[in-house]
């Protein structure tokens, strides 16, 4: 079963991406141009990506000590991945770019991540190459962004460490000045880093030429104590190898060591890897780059904006990483939902019950044929292609972002900052939940490696964690997003869903009144959990709170994606319908319950001794 329908259909029939063409930005795009795209896309997942994705999984990367090697596929992926230019493809003409509108980016990434996320599509480099181009110096730019939009260079985020996970305020790494003249180097102020960085993916291979390391650091006060918490941290550019201002190596290695693998339940074809910067491997300019704490040594790193803002340049990438993985776990998703789809479709068991009984004589019907089996379908199409819609809704948003009126923008801003946390848990979570479906719905071949859902839920697993776990993505929405400017981005996203009632109040009436009171208790509940309360009082519970807010998002779209349809009588339409029907009668009631605990401030898991477990 082919994606591109669903994908055409969202595009243009839904969210109408042909109208980006007026925008100055995208005036030499059109519908051939976009589709252009998304056929070149298709093809190269579809010849480089899905033939390998077993391969990867069971070939896990090696190291010997020195390097790591990788199987030759992922090196072919890597290859016509970064050729087909999608690395740069909403960049400036100017830089490489195709000014490609994100929508339609995201759109066309869709299809790597359905047929190998393990073997991935360069989401950290463009990420990475990205926060450089808002954050970074004009030489920084020059240097490691355009390396890493042309493939030359890939690029990874160094976050936590073995010690600090989620908990950034407590990251060690070390940051000191690089000489007397540390501030005069061309590529930025330079220091010498030493730490460990845990968890790194991407962070060792030989598929590019270079890996440019985006690493939170703190540098040291006056008496050469680290500063507590978030506002000490600084970023810096930490390349594997150096490099010179023309761009090109100066043949020495940085010293950024690989310390060892971690071996994870999926993704397993992409390195995942702990990293110690610092610490001696590989020695670097030997003494001149004294550091002011006599150290002499260290990974030589460049500053990347000021001091101290480094936890704000990171959400640069941190938020476009967020989306990137909700993405992956909707095409995870979406694969698991086609799989089992198909093999419903072809399974012969059980007869159908009639006013007698079963009657053994008759011959068997294809699973698809049982009710049940056609819930657990219906479940996975629901949460799939409603995750997927959502998901490209807010990459609407981010060009709207990037290109609409100064009011329209400032809109935009505010939805991206309230849907960012929906978009990266709710796939993590229900897409998930569509891959133990679909293991279900293969009964015990599913537990096998002969079909491929296994793997798609080991790999889809990770994204429950990937860029931060549920919790911190739930405090991160009911502690500030639906907080932020008195409230305005939950204000704003519940005018568009009440637009979205409004206009499906002749076909989709009952669908409507129950969005208008999801809508209703989620206002609520969010009023109650701060009414007097303590930041822990009220967030005891934002877990339940994220996944009722999460479960009114998708009923929200699902009743635009449905009200959209009109008479069309085609049987995707008739799916699509059923899919929205299927979310308001079966998921969204689940909401009451989730808002109950948060609305009344229930103590019982808060309150509960370690010694009572």
């Given at each position: 079963?082919?994606?591109?329908?669903?994908?055409?259909?969202?595009?243009?029939?839904?969210?109408?991406?042909?109208?980006?063409?007026?925008?100055?930005?995208?005036?030499?795009?059109?519908?051939?141009?976009?589709?252009?795209?998304?056929?070149?896309?298709?093809?190269?997942?579809?010849?480089?990506?899905?033939?390998?994705?077993?391969?990867?999984?069971?070939?896990?990367?090696?190291?010997?000590?020195?390097?790591?090697?990788?199987?030759?596929?992922?090196?072919?992926?890597?290859?016509?991945?970064?050729?087909?230019?999608?690395?740069?493809?909403?960049?400036?003409?100017?830089?490489?770019?195709?000014?490609?509108?994100?929508?339609?980016?995201?759109?066309?990434?869709?299809?790597?991540?359905?047929?190998?996320?393990?073997?991935?599509?360069?989401?950290?480099?463009?990420?990475?190459?990205?926060?450089?181009?808002?954050?970074?110096?004009?030489?920084?730019?020059?240097?490691?962004?355009?390396?890493?939009?042309?493939?030359?260079?890939?690029?990874?985020?160094?976050?936590?460490?073995?010690?600090?996970?989620?908990?950034?305020?407590?990251?060690?790494?070390?940051?000191?000045?690089?000489?007397?003249?540390?501030?005069?180097?061309?590529?930025?102020?330079r220091y010498r880093l030493k730490g460990n960085k845990m968890w790194i993916s991407s962070?060792?291979?030989?598929?590019?030429?270079?890996?440019?390391?985006?690493?939170?650091?703190?540098?040291?006060?006056?008496?050469?104590?680290?500063?507590?918490?978030?506002?000490?941290?600084?970023?810096?550019?930490?390349?594997?190898?150096?490099?010179?201002?023309?761009?090109?190596?100066?043949?020495?290695?940085?010293?950024?060591?690989?310390?060892?693998?971690?071996?994870?339940?999926?993704?397993?074809?992409?390195?995942?890897?702990?990293?110690?910067?610092?610490?001696?491997?590989?020695?670097?300019?030997?003494?001149?780059?004294?550091?002011?704490?006599?150290?002499?040594?260290?990974?030589?790193?460049?500053?990347?904006?000021?001091?101290?803002?480094?936890?704000?340049?990171?959400?640069?990438?941190?938020?476009?990483?967020?989306?990137?993985?909700?993405?992956?776990?909707?095409?995870?998703?979406?694969?698991?939902?086609?799989?089992?789809?198909?093999?419903?479709?072809?399974?012969?068991?059980?007869?159908?019950?009639?006013?007698?009984?079963?009657?053994?004589?008759?011959?068997?019907?294809?699973?698809?044929?049982?009710?049940?089996?056609?819930?657990?379908?219906?479940?996975?199409?629901?949460?799939?292609?409603?995750?997927?819609?959502?998901?490209?809704?807010?990459?609407?948003?981010?060009?709207?972002?990037?290109?609409?009126?100064?009011?329209?923008?400032?809109?935009?801003?505010?939805?991206?900052?309230?849907?960012?946390?929906?978009?990266?848990?709710?796939?993590?979570?229900?897409?998930?939940?569509?891959?133990?479906?679909?293991?279900?719905?293969?009964?015990?071949?599913?537990?096998?490696?002969?079909?491929?859902?296994?793997?798609?839920?080991?790999?889809?697993?990770?994204?429950?964690?990937?860029?931060?776990?549920?919790?911190?993505?739930?405090?991160?929405?009911?502690?500030?997003?639906?907080?932020?400017?008195?409230?305005?981005?939950?204000?704003?996203?519940?005018?568009?869903?009440?637009?979205?009632?409004?206009?499906?109040?002749?076909?989709?009436?009952?669908?409507?009144?129950?969005?208008?009171?999801?809508?209703?208790?989620?206002?609520?509940?969010?009023?109650?959990?701060?009414?007097?309360?303590?930041?822990?009082?009220?967030?005891?519970?934002?877990?339940?709170?994220?996944?009722?807010?999460?479960?009114?998002?998708?009923?929200?779209?699902?009743?635009?994606?449905?009200?959209?349809?009109?008479?069309?009588?085609?049987?995707?339409?008739?799916?699509?319908?059923?899919?929205?029907?299927?979310?308001?009668?079966?998921?969204?009631?689940?909401?009451?319950?989730?808002?109950?605990?948060?609305?009344?401030?229930?103590?019982?898991?808060?309150?509960?001794?370690?010694?009572?477990?």
């Amino acid at each position: 079963m082919s994606l591109r329908p669903t994908v055409d259909f969202l595009l243009h029939d839904w969210l109408k991406v042909e109208s980006l063409q007026s925008r100055e930005r995208f005036a030499d795009h059109s519908r051939e141009t976009f589709d252009a795209v998304l056929d070149t896309c298709e093809r190269i997942a579809r010849e480089k990506y899905a033939p390998f994705n077993r391969l990867v999984d069971t070939q896990e990367p090696h190291f010997d000590g020195e390097k790591v090697t990788l199987p030759q596929a992922t090196h072919e992926a890597y290859k016509a991945y970064a050729e087909s230019g999608m690395l740069s493809a909403a960049q400036d003409y100017e830089v490489g770019g195709m000014q490609l509108p994100y929508t339609v980016e995201a759109a066309a990434n869709a299809f790597f991540a359905m047929a190998s996320v393990s073997i991935g599509s360069g989401m950290l480099t463009s990420g990475n190459a990205n926060l450089l181009m808002v954050h970074g110096t004009e030489l920084q730019k020059q240097v490691f962004a355009l390396n890493e939009f042309s493939g030359r260079f890939s690029g990874t985020m160094c976050l936590s460490e073995p010690q600090a996970g989620s908990s950034l305020s407590d990251v060690m790494t070390r940051a000191t000045p690089d000489g007397a003249d540390f501030e005069a180097d061309a590529l930025g102020a330079r220091y010498r880093l030493k730490g460990n960085k845990m968890w790194i993916s991407s962070g060792e291979h030989e598929l590019s030429e270079n890996i440019i390391h985006l690493v939170l650091a703190k540098i040291p006060d006056s008496s050469g104590q680290l500063v507590p918490g978030v506002k000490g941290i600084s970023l810096f550019i930490v390349p594997k190898k150096l490099v010179g201002v023309d761009g090109q190596l100066t043949g020495e290695r940085n010293d950024v060591a690989l310390a060892g693998l971690n071996h994870k339940c999926g993704w397993r074809g992409t390195t995942n890897t702990l990293l110690n910067f610092g610490e001696g491997k590989y020695p670097v300019r030997g003494e001149a780059g004294a550091g002011l704490d006599g150290a002499g040594s260290g990974a030589v790193g460049y500053l990347v904006g000021k001091p101290g803002e480094g936890l704000r340049c990171m959400f640069h990438m941190m938020n476009e990483a967020r989306i990137g993985v909700g993405m992956a776990a909707t095409m995870l998703g979406m694969a698991g939902y086609y799989a089992s789809l198909d093999y419903a479709k072809n399974r012969p068991q059980g007869r159908p019950s009639g006013a007698g009984g079963k009657d053994a004589s008759r011959p068997q019907v294809r699973i698809i044929e049982h009710a049940d089996i056609k819930r657990m379908l219906l479940a996975q199409k629901a949460y799939s292609e409603g995750a997927l819609a959502l998901a490209l809704y807010s990459a609407r948003l981010v060009d709207e972002q990037h290109t609409g009126t100064a009011e329209d923008a400032d809109v935009a801003r505010l939805l991206l900052e309230v849907l960012t946390p929906i978009v990266k848990s709710f796939p993590s979570e229900w897409c998930l939940e569509a891959n133990s479906l679909a293991i279900q719905i293969h009964g015990g071949y599913g537990y096998t490696r002969d079909f491929p859902v296994e793997q798609y839920w080991r790999d889809n697993r990770l994204n429950m964690i990937h860029e931060g776990t549920h919790g911190i993505q739930a405090m991160d929405l009911l502690g500030r997003k639906v907080l932020m400017e008195n409230g305005r981005g939950l204000q704003l996203l519940a005018e568009r869903m009440l637009v979205t009632a409004a206009k499906a109040e002749s076909g989709w009436a009952p669908e409507a009144a129950a969005l208008r009171d999801a809508l209703k208790q989620i206002g609520q509940a969010t009023q109650q959990a701060w009414a007097g309360a303590e930041p822990a009082q009220a967030l005891a519970n934002a877990v339940p709170y994220l996944q009722a807010f999460g479960h009114t998002v998708i009923a929200w779209i699902w009743l635009d994606v449905a009200s959209s349809l009109g008479d069309d009588p085609s049987p995707a339409a008739q799916g699509r319908r059923a899919a929205c029907r299927y979310f308001f009668r079966y998921e969204l009631p689940k909401i009451g319950a989730w808002l109950n605990v948060v609305s009344s401030r229930d103590p019982t898991c808060a309150e509960l001794p370690e010694e009572a477990f």
